[in-house]
């Protein structure tokens, strides 16, 4: 039997007492029948961000997982680090419930977990345990089990969880992801909106993936120096209007992501060997970025958040630029300003701001109506009339402007190719996969309809090999073993596969990045959800096992095209990137549906389908190539891959235009 201050057995390196004493008791007391009904019904499952350092190098993010029944601890477990992602959390608290469950020899009815998108992964994970999981924000007994667990470590007890880390690698980012945001971390501390906006002044911004955040811009106190993104708009005045930071923050119900800065000097050794060997771009030797969650899965971030989080910090300093007359016109007069509604050119986000006025004192509706507004007040009495209430004349008063700023932006603008900012708003928010927006994509093709697209051939035929074998043999590096290379190869027999594959070594065969097709199709399937990495194998989803099916081609082109251009890096695999070329993707795909009828050449299709704001953020080629070779290699090549496009040799360069699928599979509504 362990002693309380023997080592752990768990291997932590902790003692007993202070590890796993406590869930091996709790444990033999389930096993015992020491827990009620409910807790032998329903288990509760989190992992919670720990707030303590381990000496480990491979552990700057530690994480317990944690299983409870009616209070009770019944499995903990740290983990040095965890990965954001909703599939990698709902993994490691699958792994906890089947350790819980070995050691009582028993699975519950029912596991509880608190955000609805690890719910969703842990379902499937937990196949054939017969186990149903629910999600609830508020689980019973979590909370303070995870104070009492957090101050047993040293540290404050936070609800919910707080998440940071000793070193970048511990948030399971791509490298090539952290390098973007430490460029664009730089570029917004150098432009330091906060010299021109209050952290009250926090707008609604709305990605063109469709994702919302309200953004906080910290630093007009300057004692923090940074940017907060709230999914619940409702938890930022919960924060301003707290009598104490830590309540405020304590009160938020939604996720939050944020981004501030750091003396160099202060960081601790993990962080600094890492800036290091990764050599990332810094505005400053005070300008090191700092990451912090709070109430997200497993206290981590996700690579969509990370998205978002980058093209928020390159876009508000633009925001703030633009309407910096109000921003300021508001902070001097503490009266509530026009309704701004303001979409970035270059990324496509989309910023909406009201005012301030709730967060400040209740004032009257004299002193409320700035003095511009205030010319409009006798026509609106008048209109009214004198026993008008305050809210019919606020309500009026922005209907009004709202007209205004509607008529600008519905007229044609000669920058926007004699489209209006109206019908290129709709375009950039689109939601592909909705039927009658600005973009609409036909999901009822048939595969013979489809059978120029080598795009949906391969992942075909990865779907149907990945179905015959019950999964696909996984590398360490994450890749697909040779074995299943070749007869992925094999299978599609296509010409540039069969080249490829020819003129590799022999001796070991093709590793999966060395026939980049096949590579590709595998990111892409993964990334639209049709496969998922676990553990050895990539396995089918039941999204991908549906798709997989002939009569269901159409639905299946209809994804991957979506995930291609939306959720996937265009750039992936690239020398540079050019992610303002991505974020305005609609409005190229509808301008091609106007002018690529004809054979035109790169540069031409570059000219009269790309927005002015995008090809002024072109990156700098170091003149190796030009913007028209970016664009036929990632799009126009792309759109050639998936049968949309024909392509030819020209007298002087190569030369493209519409193939008969594009009408057939592409529609545009209100686009002229």
């Not at 047993?152 to 940071?164: H, L, M, N, S, T």
């Not at 907060?228 to 708009?233: D, Q, R, T, V």
Request: proline share 6%; aromatic share 8%.
């Amino acid at each position: 039997m362990t002693a309380r201050n023997d080592p752990c057995p768990c291997g932590s390196g902790r003692k007993y007492k202070r590890c796993c004493m406590e869930a091996d008791r709790a444990a033999e007391a389930a096993a015992a029948g020491d827990v009620g009904e409910e807790g032998r019904r329903v288990w509760v499952a989190d992992a919670v961000p720990l707030p303590v350092a381990i000496d480990e190098e491979d552990s700057p993010r530690p994480v317990v997982t944690l299983v409870l029944a009616d209070g009770l601890i019944l499995h903990q477990n740290i983990l040095g680090r965890l990965a954001g992602e909703a599939d990698a959390v709902a993994d490691a608290l699958a792994d906890a419930v089947v350790e819980a469950a070995k050691r009582l020899g028993w699975y519950p009815e029912a596991v509880i977990v608190r955000h609805e998108e690890v719910a969703a992964a842990l379902g499937p994970a937990l196949a054939g345990k017969e186990v149903d999981v629910r999600c609830d924000a508020s689980p019973p007994h979590l909370e303070s089990a995870v104070r009492s667990l957090v101050e047993a470590f040293g540290g404050y007890g936070i609800w919910p969880p707080v998440g940071r880390s000793e070193a970048w690698r511990g948030w399971g980012l791509p490298s090539e992801l952290v390098a973007r945001l430490f460029e664009v971390a730089a570029g917004f501390y150098r432009a330091a909106p906060w010299r021109g906006m209050l952290n009250e002044q926090a707008p609604r911004a709305t990605l063109p993936s469709g994702r919302q955040w309200t953004a906080c811009v910290m630093g007009n106190a300057e004692e923090v120096f940074g940017l907060a993104l709230y999914s619940e708009p409702e938890d930022v005045v919960s924060l301003f209007t707290a009598d104490s930071l830590a309540p405020g923050f304590e009160s938020i119900r939604g996720r939050m992501v944020s981004l501030t800065y750091d003396p160099v000097a202060q960081l601790g050794p993990k962080a600094r060997k890492e800036l290091a060997l990764a050599r990332w771009k810094l505005a400053g030797p005070a300008a090191y970025p700092d990451l912090m969650t709070g109430n997200t899965p497993g206290g981590g971030v996700s690579r969509e958040d990370v998205r978002d989080l980058i093209a928020l910090l390159d876009a508000l300093p633009r925001f703030r630029e633009a309407n910096a007359a109000l921003l300021e016109e508001e902070q001097e007069t503490e009266l509530p300003s026009e309704p701004i509604d303001w979409t970035d050119p270059r990324t496509g986000v989309r910023f909406e701001y009201e005012s301030m006025e709730e967060l400040l004192e209740p004032a009257t509706i004299a002193d409320e109506i700035g003095a511009e507004v205030r010319a409009m007040l006798p026509e609106i009495e008048a209109a009214l009339g004198p026993d008008a209430s305050y809210d019919q004349v606020v309500n009026e008063i922005n209907e009004r402007l709202r007209a205004k700023m509607d008529t600008h932006n519905r007229k044609p603008l000669a920058e926007l190719f004699g489209h209006t900012p109206h019908e290129v708003q709709r375009l950039l928010s689109a939601d592909w996969s909705a039927k009658g927006g600005a973009i609409e994509l036909n999901g009822a093709l048939s595969l013979s309809d489809l059978a120029g697209s080598e795009v949906l051939e391969r992942a075909r035929a990865l779907l149907s090999l990945a179905a015959a074998a019950n999964g696909l043999g996984r590398t360490q590096a994450g890749n697909l073993q040779v074995a299943v290379v070749r007869q992925l190869i094999e299978r599609v027999g296509l010409s540039g596969l069969a080249a490829a594959y020819a003129d590799l070594p022999t001796v070991r065969g093709p590793r999966e990045q060395e026939v980049w097709p096949v590579h590709e199709v595998r990111v892409l399937s993964e990334r639209a959800g049709l496969l998922r990495a676990r553990k050895a194998r990539f396995e089918l989803t039941k999204k991908g096992r549906d798709l997989a099916a002939p009569d269901r081609a159409g639905e299946l082109f209809a994804r991957l095209f979506e995930t291609c251009f939306r959720r996937f890096n265009i750039f992936y695999g690239g020398y540079m990137e050019w992610p303002e070329l991505q974020y305005q993707m609609a409005f190229t795909l509808m301008r091609l549906s106007r002018v690529g009828r004809d054979w035109l050449e790169a540069e031409d299709l570059l000219d009269e389908t790309v927005l002015p704001a995008a090809m002024e953020a072109l990156p700098d080629t170091r003149g190796f190539v030009d913007g028209g070779w970016l664009f036929r290699r990632h799009v126009l090549r792309r759109l050639e891959s998936f049968g949309l496009l024909e392509h030819r040799e020209g007298e002087a360069a190569d030369e493209y235009r519409l193939a008969p699928l594009f009408d057939r599979f592409l529609s545009f509504a209100d686009a002229g």
